[in-house]
């Protein structure tokens, strides 16, 4: 009992052991979660964002109260007494002088003032309105970078993704088309031991040098392999050190897309992030501009002003003719202009949004022409690669029926080594570049989604983004 029960432990340990070091699997589209997730770049995008929409809660803040309070602890000198010389505050007669002793400082005492005013703006002329307007444009434009990094990071997990697919099968081809050429090689040097005449020493060193070719590429094929995972690692946040796998048990050319090429033109118009952030640019800079041309109007305001002041050394003057800066409270609603000019700053804020403006209209004349370019640009690419991938395909699947059957014949002794090799070489350059062509036309197809601006998958920590996006633009 004890044995079977130890031998029981050791099975479940080793399966805890097997669990624990088990490699992750991906496919393409989790690597594309975990990339989004992990990208620190969308990360910094997605702050940006924050912080337009700290600009835009500036730009709101404007228009509600606002409070000035300005306070100070000094000194001035102390004064008894009342309004006369005799001390007091009355007099009779003709008698009566006033005091002039106001810069005797035989005592002091000390002053206690404070100024306030609690304001709200009740009309700018346009400036709050159109300074809020630019910041949620601002808002938008950020967004679309978010998109546009996203894109990138796509862009990228997808070129590592394939790239590793492309190098491991171009690593399979060469491992089992040298594993032929070693059996080939094994069998002419039985053939020249045995000395039936069936091969000659020329075979012998064609084979070998067939072999070593085969085994460079190999070697190639699974840096480039090697290379290829790392950088999938570092775009999805597993470690280096860490196992990964993919789902895909080979590199397949993805579905072409289906859509006609006006309609692509018309998507990418639609839904690009360059024209997301041209269209609100230019929303943004017309509002900049009429704002900067209301900073000549001054601002409508109400509110409460007052101040306060206290001096315990000095007696209260409490005249209701004089004005004691010393010891008083004062306060008042009031309704006012606030005028802020300077013509010529104005001026030039002014000249610099509309020069701003006229650069921004002739960007976005040139992004419509250009961006339809791009897309039938690549639309042609597309469909260029997918043919070369359907060409290659047919030429692979012959060239290997040829070496095998080259195979068959040399084992045979039917033909002599020169032929094999150039069966071999015919199959090999065949797959592999149907294979590069693979890889090329999924790249190409990635490019175009990226170009009509079709979305990408959210990132679970941009939820928060896209979720109050219509909370924040007001």
Same mark, same amino acid.
């Given at each position: 009992m004890n044995r079977a029960f130890f031998y029981n432990a050791l099975i479940g340990i080793s399966c805890l052991l097997s669990a624990g070091v088990q490699a992750e699997q991906l496919s393409l589209e989790q690597a594309l979660q975990r990339a989004y997730d992990a990208d620190f770049r969308i990360g910094e995008k997605a702050h940006l964002v924050t912080a337009a929409r700290g600009l835009l809660d500036e730009a709101e803040a404007n228009n509600g109260w606002r409070t000035e309070l300005n306070s100070f602890v000094g000194l001035t000198t102390a004064v008894d007494g009342g309004f006369y010389e005799n001390a007091t505050n009355t007099c009779d007669g003709s008698d009566c002088v006033v005091r002039s002793d106001?810069?005797? $400082?035989?005592?002091?005492?000390?002053? #206690?003032?404070? &100024? #306030?005013? %609690? %304001?709200?703006?009740?009309? !700018? #002329? *346009? +400036? %709050?309105?159109?300074? !809020? +307007?630019?910041?949620e444009n601002n808002i938008l434009i950020k967004q679309a970078e978010v998109e546009l990094q996203r894109q990138s990071t796509r862009y990228d997990v997808s070129r590592a993704y394939y790239g590793y697919l492309t190098a491991r099968d171009i690593r399979y081809l060469m491992e089992d088309s040298n594993k032929r050429l070693k059996g080939a090689l094994e069998l002419v040097s039985e053939w020249l031991e045995e000395e039936n005449g069936q091969a000659k020493e020329s075979d012998k060193y064609a084979l070998t040098a067939g072999v070593a070719l085969l085994s460079r590429y190999q070697s190639e094929a699974a840096a480039l392999e090697k290379v290829a995972l790392g950088g999938l690692k570092v775009l999805t946040g597993v470690a280096l050190e860490n196992e990964l796998s993919v789902t895909d048990r080979r590199i397949t050319p993805v579905e072409l897309p289906a859509m006609v090429l006006p309609d692509l033109k018309q998507r990418a118009i639609e839904q690009r992030p360059e024209m997301k952030q041209v269209e609100a640019g230019l929303t943004a800079r017309r509002a900049l501009l009429?704002?900067?041309h209301s900073d000549a109007k001054p601002n409508v305001y109400a509110g409460v002003g007052g101040s306060l002041s206290y001096s315990p050394g000095r007696e209260t003057v409490e005249s209701p003719h004089l004005y004691d800066p010393f010891n008083h409270v004062a306060a008042t609603p009031v309704i006012g202009l606030q005028w802020s000019f300077s013509g010529g700053v104005r001026d030039a804020k002014v000249k610099q949004a509309q020069a701003e403006?006229?650069?921004? %209209?002739?960007?976005?004349? $040139?992004?419509?022409? *250009?961006?339809?370019? &791009?897309? /039938? /640009?690549? #639309? !042609? &690419?597309v469909h260029a690669t997918f043919e070369q991938v359907e060409h290659m395909k047919s030429a692979s699947k012959n060239a290997r029926r040829w070496m095998i059957a080259a195979y068959t014949d040399f084992e045979a002794g039917l033909i002599e080594a020169d032929k094999i090799i150039t069966a071999f070489q015919a199959y090999v350059l065949a797959h592999s570049d149907y294979l590069r062509l693979v890889n090329d036309y999924n790249m190409n197809t990635v490019k175009l989604k990226n170009l009509i601006g079709e979305a990408t998958l959210v990132s679970s920590k941009d939820l928060s983004v896209n979720k109050n996006s219509a909370e924040s633009i007001k």
């Open positions: 106001l810069y005797d $400082f035989d005592n002091l005492s000390l002053w #206690f003032n404070a &100024q #306030f005013a %609690i %304001i709200k703006p009740l009309y !700018t #002329f *346009g +400036k %709050i309105e159109n300074y !809020t +307007k630019a910041a009429a704002a900067s403006l006229d650069a921004l %209209i002739s960007k976005a004349s $040139f992004a419509r022409s *250009g961006i339809p370019y &791009q897309v /039938e /640009e690549m #639309f !042609t &690419q």
